[in-house]
């Protein structure tokens, strides 16, 4: 982008217009590896469970059968179209429970946890191929501790292409070891792409996070030259995202030199946003529930050995994380307003808002691969 030009951003109805936000919801959401949390919070790290999830809108069964293997498919019999397990819609996320097998309540059609017919009362099933009526299958992988799943399997590609990014640049991090700490959960008023926009620029960070700003200074200067690879430095003194900047843990064993008295973060679209710091990482969750509505859980992850310890307490990052996170949904709550305002037909990205482009440019190929 030429310095000191402006670019359209996205255009107002891809915030405000439910009919826009379905057709989105088919490519961006239901197309792609969507997150749905850590797998060992989700309750899916032990076998013969099963967790129903929402995912935008779509009942989903995640399984985890007798030998350990993962399965999913849509929460929705073959028989005549009951929903198999109930769904709660809730800001906090789903638990598994123990279950063997799945049991239709309507007629009691039986599958098993990965998916196949097992049984359906008063009907003779000699000769029947019972592939035909298998539970519609659903993708479903998991990355440095994280859950995904797919909803159109068949056109999926690996899902470590969709995380090989932050798979580089948090890799020292060592997520999948980590182990939650503190969580938090919020309900905002505003489109996802909202809260994705305001994650990936710095351009706010000034008027809007002034307890950030002072552990990492950088933030405020208007978001320009931040390296989000290599880390955004501390003030002198500060290491890690804590009121003070310091903390009686240790940091991550595997950190660089430079990780550990850096800041850094990436983003896997489209629901996944990771901020890490010395010793623990800020892993946010999107759950977008409608044009307007966004589910969020705020999960921070630790070394394991720390957390084990009698005396853990996270609160001295919980409470800078809370502050942080309410600060971010206020104001993407009066952009969603002001976006709904009929005078708003797009924004405009400025020089130093290059990284959220990237909605774009991950955005509009998807929608127009579609047409």
Known sequence: MPDGSLQAALPREMYVDPGTWLAEREVALFGQWFCLGRTDDLGLDATSRVATVDVAGESVLVMRAE???????????????SQIRPTVASAEAPVACDLSALRCPYHSWTYGLDGRLLGAPHTELTGVDLERF??????????????????????????AEAVARADGVLANYELAGLVTGATFHYEVAANYKVLLENYNECYHCGPVHPELCRLVPAFAGGGSDLDWEGGVPHRD???????????TRSALPRLTEEERTRHKGDLVFPNLLLSASADHVAAFVLRPRAVDRTDVVCTLLFAADEVHRADFDPSDAGGLWDLVN??????????????????????WFAPMEDESLDIRRWLLPLLEARR
């Open 67 to 81: 030998d350990g293997a993962l399965h999913a498919a849509y929460n929705v019999c073959r028989h005549r179209g």
């Open 326 to 347: 309410r600060q971010d949904w206020a104001v993407c709550e009066g952009v969603q307003r002001g976006m709904s305002s009929r005078s708003y037909r797009h924004g």
């Open 237 to 247: 003194g500060a290491w890690t995202f804590t009121a003070t900047g310091t903390t």
């Open 134 to 159: 298998r539970l519609a299958p659903v993708g479903v992988d998991t990355w440095g501790g994280f859950m995904f799943v797919h909803l159109t399997p068949e056109d999926a590609t690996p899902l």
